[in-house]
């Protein structure tokens, strides 16, 4: 951290919670390389500069860019309390943009989506293992958690209905397959074996044969584990240097949020008088089960700041 033993004090001094030391820690780090290239502390930052803090520092979601922002405030008060040279209040008064950064971690609909993983794993009619990955974000956009994408069977699929149906929390849940997602998921129910193209010899085709479990997301050697998807699938779209992929930070819970977005926006549409509401769906999430009704309101509004954001960014 630059100005080490200054914000080590502040810290000992104004948190005392345990996990809010890691975040401000964390965030003092982050605003180092910051602090460095101007040759002064953060607490002395003019606007321009603070603004550049905060579009590089504070993530797209409202909630991570509060718990920052409140950290940096909170520095800036204490400092000018104790009279360092320069402190200012210009954190207090200046709110991060991040809309570009919001743009980066998501997509609008179905056909956004399908745009990005054909640029990044290959078009619909591809047969490699690629389709795993592809199925794995397509799970995301319907509303799967992620804890349960690596457990659904071909038997869960009902291609006739356009549905995936599980087991969820106790309960029998369904989840719609959209009509971009529909080539994917068929092909993950019915192929036996996948294509394999040599990167030198691209008219050479083999085939090898899918490991033998009833596991949607199964590849070649094994059933595919949550930690393998997301380093594949992370290390593709890095790879990727297509326009359209270029700008995209997508993760599993980024796409699963945008899905939630999209059909909360299209419910939207068709009940133009009624309230939109998010409490049902924070009420499913796996990590909230069992938190207080004050906690769950406070993630509701969060949600909403990122829902009202997303449709600034999209519509």
């Known amino acids: 951290m630059y100005n080490n033993n200054l914000k080590m004090e502040f810290i000992d001094s ?3 919670s345990g996990s809010r030391r890691n975040v401000a820690i964390t965030c003092f780090e982050a605003t180092q390389s910051y602090e460095e290239k101007y040759g002064k502390d953060i607490c002395t930052f003019e606007e321009n500069e603070i603004n550049e803090v905060l579009s590089g520092i504070v993530g797209a979601r409202s909630s991570g860019a509060a718990t920052r922002t409140s950290v940096l405030k909170l520095y800036a008060n204490w400092c000018m309390r104790r009279g360092y040279p320069g402190a200012t209040d210009v954190i207090l008064t200046t709110k991060p943009d991040t809309t570009c950064r919001f743009k980066e971690q998501s997509v609008s609909n179905p056909s956004h989506l399908q745009r990005v993983l054909n640029a990044v794993f290959g078009s619909d009619e591809d047969t490699s293992v690629d389709c795993v990955y592809k199925g794995f974000f397509w799970m995301a956009f319907m509303g799967i958690p992620e804890e349960y994408s690596v457990q659904i069977t071909t038997e869960d699929v009902d291609l006739g ?5 599980f087991n969820c929390n106790g ?16 092909k993950l129910v019915s192929l036996d074996s996948f294509t394999i193209i040599h990167p030198l010899y691209p ?4 085939y090898k044969g899918r490991f033998c479990s009833h596991q949607l997301l199964r590849g070649v050697n094994s ?10 699938s992370f290390d ?6 297509s326009e359209v992929v270029k700008k995209s930070k997508l993760t599993y819970n980024r796409v699963l949020i945008s899905g939630v977005f999209y059909r909360m926006y ?4 068709s009940h133009p008088n009624e309230h939109v509401d998010f409490s049902d769906y924070l009420k499913n ?14 993630k509701e509004r969060f949600m909403r700041a990122d829902y009202e954001k997303w449709k600034t960014v999209y519509h």
């Not at 999430?285 to 406070?298: M, R, Y």
């Open 14 to 16: 104004e948190i005392k």
């Open 161 to 165: 209905a356009h549905t995936i149906s």
């Open 171 to 186: 309960e029998r849940t369904e989840y719609r397959i959209y009509d971009e997602a529909y080539p994917v998921i068929k």
């Open 203 to 206: 008219d050479r085709i083999r």
């Open 223 to 232: 059933n595919k584990t949550i930690r393998d998807l997301r380093r594949i």
């Open 236 to 241: 593709k779209m890095n790879a990727c240097s």
């Open 266 to 269: 299209e419910w939207e549409k």
């Open 285 to 298: 999430v796996p990590e909230n089960s069992g938190i207080s009704s004050k906690l769950l309101d406070h």
